[in-house]
């Protein structure tokens, strides 16, 4: 037989039937680092001597604590680069939102299941002790199992729960509910639904959480980057574990290269974003939504100027010849994709498209992709695309060039040390004895569902959907219980929840601060902050830099508990709960999960102290790590260190993906037109101006948004800010400063004007994570404070990811006149008596 080579083999059977495989997500790079490396900490590191050490999103830092109360925060001494966010960590835990009391909705407590359901978000809850609040639980629990079965139970848990391995919130609930009897669980995430599921069929790997190219090959081997829809120097003040801020050392260094001319930075991206103002680069616009558009007009010059590298794409890409005909206009719609196409719809002159792609095959070019792209409908098509244009310019694999989905998130680019860090609190049942409920029939549901269709599942019960390959059938489920996850915060289209939380008989909801989240749920149990226990946590998500104690700082105040101590109890209703905690208390749990990590260390010959002497000290830190280059083993050999998608190789066209024969999502990437666009598109002509809802510059998603320190450096008349173009402003009789109505056919919210030349006519911005606060429960409410996702629309990204498509958004803004409501997102509810009459509220007895 002749030599045939896998590659040529796969393309003659056009990898048929294949599956996708994924390889995980944490791609970090491995040395063993010598213990005579050194980290050289500030020297004022010794007058913190005495100061308790603790963690958070948001960096880590160290507390004075006197008389079980703390004074001051001051950044950790190792962290450089600390962000303006820590402020606000002392009114986390003083804040007059903290839930105090377990407390139960009023008309629930009277009526359980057969309450008024419209009633939920009126703010009235009676206080009950933590035996009636775990007893109404454990009740509800088995109502649910008896009368329905475990499709009626769904367990929200997805999100940024506050930093910690022992107190993970999420890992406790699933756990000791998953004791009780299964539920309904989700799959995917808000930040980056359609990324995570395209990424695998195209590059073998979800990308968006992988490690990326070290920022030292950037800096040394890149003359091009490409920030597309990127903002670095907004989004890494946060991590998912501690944040170092390592990065901004690294985006420094940049500036300064862009300064000297050794690095041109592009930033593509409607809006001038706190990247290009920092670095003072290039700012390259874009239309909101067209970006596929340009991305192929990009392409078509690479091709049509023979300016792609051919070698590349015939030696590690399969597809290529099958998605040109759609690129040259041959097939079914018949329009060839050139750089005057993309003019009309993206809004670039094609002379400056045609520059770009020539600038790009030039030079080495390090292309960067945000999230926000993706989270749009079609979300899926400028990811695939992308990674299609850095294809064509051969460079993937090469130091300084290919493409990254994830440079803006935790610091990835620092180079991991290669050290182990601490595993968490167990969420699986690991005694071998089953639930308590060990139903398995879902009727014909299914268990798991697209957490951005969890709405669709209330209001469409039993619809069947397409999800990554596989048939859904959505459970109308009846409970649902939320566990360190800010539903009311992360879902889009809050008039269509609220029509949707008519369907169900008890929510639940676990949390320290009172969200909307809480406001519109029937039991509320509250967990104290992430300060008010003792835990541990990775220094570093992705450099895995060290391990920080996080110390206690004061008791947990009111009657607030840890995650362990609620679920803990809980369990205790079953007779499991010394199975449930594996009869370890909270510092046995530290304590293992440490030594574990320690004896992991030894073997890679990182040192670490026993722990009496780390828990002393407060932390450990390992040497820097060795710089790698993303998918440089997948360019050495293809053959050997294959992709994890169908092929091996990267997916220009995906057989498996055309095999599924969606309407939305073919075989290559496509431009479509979107339900909502501005400048023109769909629905512009009654509201014209396109609303990003952007992770915050000032928190972290809804968290520190209770602080009202923090509040004040940004609020507008105690409202969230509108980012608003001059001209519109203008039009509209609108000044900074000034009171708004924000609206269009889904929702109405108040915002104060800030009027930003950052913003081009027709593009206005609200930062995600603003409280919701309505003035009332009824659908379509007015929102006092600012919540964009009062606008937002609950529409799918594309039958493939069921991703969210918060930026497909139009609205219309005016000045606001007459008497405005008070704002009603923060504080406490109204405890009233279980004859429904109001209790004064102390504002915050400590």
Not at 106 to 131: C, I, P, T
Not at 547 to 553: E, G, H, T, W, Y
Request: charged share 25%; net charge neutral; with cysteine.
């Amino acid at each position: 037989m002749a030599n045939v080579t896998r590659r040529q083999f796969l393309s003659s059977l056009a990898a048929l039937g294949a599956s996708v495989a994924v390889p995980s997500a944490w791609l970090m790079a491995s040395r063993i680092v010598q213990a005579s490396d050194e980290i050289n900490l500030n020297p004022d590191a010794k007058d913190m001597a005495g100061w308790k050490i603790s963690g958070a999103h948001w960096g880590a830092f160290r507390a004075r604590v006197e008389a079980d109360r703390v004074l001051e925060i001051k950044p950790f001494e190792f962290d450089k680069h600390p962000t303006d966010i820590l402020q606000g960590t002392l009114d986390v835990i003083y804040s007059p939102s903290r839930v105090r009391y377990p407390m139960v909705r009023l008309d629930w407590y009277r009526k359980k299941q057969n309450s008024n359901r419209a009633e939920r978000g009126d703010n009235r809850f009676v206080r009950v002790s933590w035996d009636e609040a775990l007893d109404i639980l454990y009740s509800e629990l088995e109502r649910i199992q008896k009368t329905y079965g475990p499709w009626a139970l769904h367990t929200g848990n997805v999100g940024w729960r506050s930093v910690g391995q022992v107190h993970s919130c999420g890992n406790h609930m699933l756990r000791a509910v998953g004791m009780h009897g299964r539920s309904v669980g989700t799959a995917g995430d808000y930040s980056t639904g359609a990324g995570q599921v395209i990424l695998p069929y195209v590059l073998g790997s979800t990308e968006v959480y992988s490690q990326g190219t070290s920022w030292e090959y950037i800096l040394d081997e890149s003359k091009v980057i490409v920030m597309w829809a990127n903002d670095p120097v907004k989004n890494l003040q946060v991590g998912w574990n501690t944040e170092t801020h390592e990065a901004f050392a690294y985006l420094d260094e940049l500036k300064k290269k862009v300064a000297d001319k050794s690095i041109r930075v592009i930033c593509i991206d409607p809006v001038k974003s706190k990247t290009q103002n920092f670095l003072e680069c290039e700012h390259f616009y874009v239309n909101p939504q067209t970006d596929v558009a340009l991305m192929l007009a990009l392409a078509h010059t690479l091709w049509k100027e023979n300016l792609y590298d051919k070698e590349f794409i015939q030696t590690y890409t399969l597809g290529f010849e099958d998605f040109l005909p759609y690129l040259k206009g041959e097939t079914e719609d018949k329009v060839e994709k050139t750089p005057e196409w993309a003019e009309k719809i993206c809004g670039v002159p094609a002379a400056k498209i045609r520059e770009l792609a020539r600038l790009m095959a030039k030079n080495r070019t390090q292309i960067m992709v945000g999230w926000a792209i993706q989270r749009q409908e079609h979300g899926e098509q400028p990811y695939w695309m992308a990674a299609i244009l850095a294809s064509m310019l051969g460079q993937i694999g090469l130091p300084g060039g290919g493409i990254s989905y994830s440079h803006h998130y935790s610091s990835v680019g620092v180079s991991s040390s290669g050290a182990s860090m601490p595993g968490a609190f167990p969420l699986n049942l690991d005694t071998g004895r089953k639930p308590r409920y060990d139903n398995t029939d879902y009727k014909g549901y299914s268990s798991t569902m697209p957490v951005a269709r969890v709405i669709d599942a209330l209001l469409e019960p039993g619809k069947e959907i397409h999800f990554n390959g596989h048939q859904v059938k959505l459970p109308p489920y009846k409970m649902a219980i939320f566990s360190g996850c800010n539903q009311w915060h992360r879902h889009q289209q809050r008039n269509r929840m609220k029509e949707a939380y008519l369907q169900l008989e008890t929510v639940v909801a676990v949390d320290y601060n009172w969200t909307a989240t809480c406001r519109f749920a029937d039991l509320v149990l509250p967990a104290c902050t992430p300060y008010e226990r003792n835990d541990i946590d990775a220094y570093g998500s992705y450099s895995n830099r060290g391990v920080i104690a996080m110390q206690k700082l004061v008791d947990p105040l009111y009657h607030s508990r840890s995650d362990f101590d609620i679920w803990y109890n809980f369990c205790k209703r079953m007779g499991r709960e010394e199975e449930y905690s594996r009869s370890m208390n909270e510092m046995q749990w530290v304590e293992y999960l440490y030594e574990e990590c320690r004896a992991d260390n030894v073997r890679k010959e990182f040192p670490m102290p026993p722990f009496a002497e780390f828990w002393k000290k407060g932390y450990v830190l390992f040497p820097k790590g060795k710089p790698w280059v993303r998918h440089a083993d997948f360019r050495e050999d293809p053959e050997v260190n294959a992709l994890g998608t169908p092929s091996g190789f990267i997916e220009i066209y995906s057989r498996k993906l055309a095999s599924f024969n969606l309407s939305d999502c073919k075989g290559h990437p496509i431009w479509m037109e979107k339900t909502e666009r501005s400048l023109g598109g769909k629905g512009s002509d009654k509201y014209p101006l396109w609303l990003q809802s952007t992770h915050p510059d000032t928190r972290l998603h809804s968290q520190t948004c209770e602080s009202e320190s923090r509040r004040a450096t940004y609020t507008i008349k105690d409202r969230e800010p509108v980012y608003i173009s001059p001209a519109d402003a203008k039009k509209r009789g609108i000044k900074h400063g000034d009171l708004v109505r924000v609206f269009n056919d889904r929702g109405q919210l108040l915002a104060g004007a800030h009027i930003s030349d950052n913003f081009p006519p027709n593009v206005v911005r609200i930062h995600e994570g603003a409280w919701y606060g309505p003035t009332g429960p009824e659908v379509g409410a007015l929102d006092t404070y600012g919540d964009p996702n009062t606008l937002t629309i609950d529409i799918r990204t594309s039958e493939l990811a069921q991703g969210p498509s918060a930026n497909t958004c139009l609205v219309e803004i005016e000045k606001f006149t007459g008497r405005a409501p008070a704002v009603t997102s923060f504080g406490g509810p109204q405890e009233v008596t279980v004859d429904g009459k109001p209790i004064p509220r102390q504002r915050n007895p400590v």
